[in-house]
């Protein structure tokens, strides 16, 4: 299974854009990226994916190296909402189990 | 649409013991993961079902079994409970042809 790499913990202002990176250089071609969020006491939940082109919804912006070896996912304006743990992801489809490392805490100051 | 249920919410059980879990997937998702998660940590992916077979197995043991309904419901059963099977347990569903997982909030379990 190819593996990802994410800082520990980051740390970000309320309102202020914010930057999480995640290294997967044994990426294959086939592999999309995923990035999920865990906030305190509750499931994982879905946040954006990305095959090689940069893709934005509603919660974020996924941002993807031309070698596809790091990726970035970004929070426009961060809010107290926003804290929680962010898991970045490697599959080719939903059936593939998902693999997840310990992800990066993101806390948000008021 | 109620998203991805699972019951019950909370669960004490004792060492030995065997316990079901119960998750209803999303309308319109057909497949459905259970994951570990222990404190601290990420969840464990344990197994997928899909068309009331198990499709995919992660490093648990025997000891971890399960079931699709053709409702596409789930169920995680766990014998012989040990201390270390202390968790939140996660079930996920997903459609056969969707990227992404939806979560559900999770079962704890507390093996005494």
């Known amino acids: 299974d190819a593996k990802t790499t994410q800082p520990n913990s980051m740390e970000s202002n309320e309102e202020e854009p914010v930057h999480l990176p995640c290294n997967h250089s044994?990426?294959?071609?086939?592999?999309?990226i995923h990035w999920y969020r865990q906030l305190p006491s509750q499931g994982p939940e879905y946040v954006i994916h990305?095959?090689?082109s940069n893709v934005n919804n509603r919660m974020a912006s996924l941002a993807i190296a031309e070698d596809r070896k790091s990726s970035t996912l970004i929070l426009h304006r961060a809010t107290l909402r926003d804290a929680a743990v962010y898991y970045c992801?490697?599959?080719?489809?939903?059936?593939?189990?998902?693999?997840f490392g310990p992800g990066t805490s993101l806390s948000v100051i008021p | 649409d109620a998203g991805v249920t699972q019951s019950p919410t909370h669960l004490i059980k004792t060492r030995g013991q065997q316990v079901t879990l119960r998750c209803s997937p999303k309308?319109?998702?057909?497949?459905v993961s259970w994951y570990q998660q222990a404190l601290g940590q990420g969840p464990q992916f344990i197994f997928q079902?899909?068309?009331?077979?198990?499709?995919q197995r992660g490093n648990f043991p025997d000891r971890f079994s399960g079931h699709q309904f053709p409702n596409y419901s789930s169920e995680l059963n766990v014998n012989a409970l040990l201390l270390g099977d202390s968790a939140l347990y996660l079930c996920?569903?997903?459609?056969?042809?969707?990227?992404?997982?939806?979560f559900g909030p999770g079962t704890r379990l507390t093996v005494t």
């Open positions: 992801i490697l599959g080719k489809t939903s059936y593939d189990k998902v693999i």
């Open positions: 079902y899909y068309e009331e077979e198990e499709r």
């Open positions: 996920a569903s997903s459609s056969d042809r969707g990227l992404e997982q939806y």
């Open positions: 044994t990426i294959s071609g086939t592999d999309y």
């Open positions: 990305g095959l090689t």
């Open positions: 309308s319109g998702h057909d497949t």
